[in-house]
């Protein structure tokens, strides 16, 4: 444990270690969200009080879950960077951020266009939609933040500050649909229960959503690649890397 | 299929626009994302590529890196040090 923690503080043992991972998480992500995106697109059957619109279901609940999967990723992330310093979970914060704030846009648009037909309006100010607009809020101030500093380690400890505070949020996400009234459904999966949709619905939603997830996990790993590459700039084995061309792989095993 | 026809899978019952509107935004900004993230990737390294030629132009690679490696470093000595106090 203690040993992978300490290698873990090695940029190019991760860098490696990043690399053989990225194509696993590629290409079977793209398999599993792919197919659950036909699946539930063209295969699965019609809501019987939505009709075709419940569709956007299988790209909407993967990425609003993404969206606050990443940020406690993130608040984890920024725990470890204020406790023990790790530069490598600042890293993370700052590669995930701009993918979180892509992926809650992504969950308020297609929220919003599945909420015209299906309770005739596009937004309402209720719980759960402002909550995830204050997430977006934060995403934006992390980033905005990260680039604020010209020093990187008050940057870092900034950006774990404010990451760590928004975590209150979540819950807030998480309980909106059950403490107030609201238009939002509640929870298709909840960990105690079976889920309330038949199997030809959930199955391709949930494929849909370890897809994304893998498919987050290759993109992160590769933005933290990147600014590892150019944190470590000065090191041997990143100009070793640099003049092979960048690429995500490293050539020689071993640290 | 859960579609008779292609047209209909298309018009999904009038909610087509919708449903299809989703599937193209979402589409299009995991595009954006990957490209972002690449267009990052390049620019890094090609910041870093063209600084390692500006420090030594015309150079192999191995001299090139034990060059920059190298460099000019100030050593404080004892010597310096008595030249400043006096």
């Known amino acids: ?255 | 299929m859960a579609f008779d026809s292609f047209s209909a899978f298309i018009i999904m019952e009038g909610h087509g626009p919708y449903v299809w509107t989703c599937y193209g935004v979402f589409f299009l900004l995991m595009a954006l994302i990957t490209w972002l993230s690449v267009r990052d990737r390049r620019r890094v390294v090609r910041t870093q590529q063209r600084e390692q030629t500006v420090a030594s132009p015309g150079q192999t690679d191995t001299v090139r890196n034990e060059r920059t490696g190298g460099g000019f470093q100030r050593i404080p000595t004892s010597q310096s040090e008595s030249i400043s106090k006096s």
Not at chain 1, 6 to 11: A, D, I, M, R, T
Not at chain 1, 23 to 50: E, K, N
Not at chain 1, 160 to 177: Q, R
């Open chain 1, 1 to 255: 444990m203690w040993q992978f923690f300490h290698k873990l503080g090695s940029p190019k043992w991760f860098y490696g270690i990043a690399g053989r991972f990225m194509p696993w998480l590629l290409g079977l992500g793209l398999v599993l969200s792919l197919a659950g995106i036909v699946w539930g697109l063209a295969f699965a059957p019609q809501d019987y009080l939505q009709g075709n619109s419940y569709r956007i279901i299988f790209i909407h609940v993967p990425t609003a879950f993404l969206a606050q999967s990443v940020y406690m990723m993130m608040a984890v992330a920024g725990v470890i960077t204020l406790v023990w310093k790790m530069k490598l979970a600042d890293v993370f914060v700052r590669a995930a951020a701009p993918v979180g704030a892509i992926l809650t846009v992504l969950a308020l648009f297609t929220g919003a266009v599945w909420g015209k037909p299906t309770w005739g309006t596009w937004w309402i100010w209720d719980a759960r939609l402002t909550s995830m607009l204050i997430l977006l809020f934060l995403y934006l101030g992390i980033i905005g933040l990260s680039h604020a500093y010209s020093d990187e380690k008050t940057a870092a400890r900034a950006v774990a500050v404010l990451t760590v505070v928004g975590v209150v949020n979540i819950p807030i996400i998480k309980y909106s649909v059950n403490w107030w009234n609201t238009l939002h459904q509640p929870a298709t999966f909840k960990l105690t229960e079976k889920p309330t949709m038949v199997p030809e619905m959930w199955v391709p939603l949930l494929l849909a959503v370890l897809g994304t997830y893998l498919l987050f996990g290759w993109v992160s790993l590769y933005r933290m690649q990147t600014e590892v590459l150019r944190r470590e700039r000065r090191t041997r084995w990143v100009k070793d890397v640099i003049a092979a061309g960048g690429g995500s792989q490293l050539k020689s095993g071993g640290a």
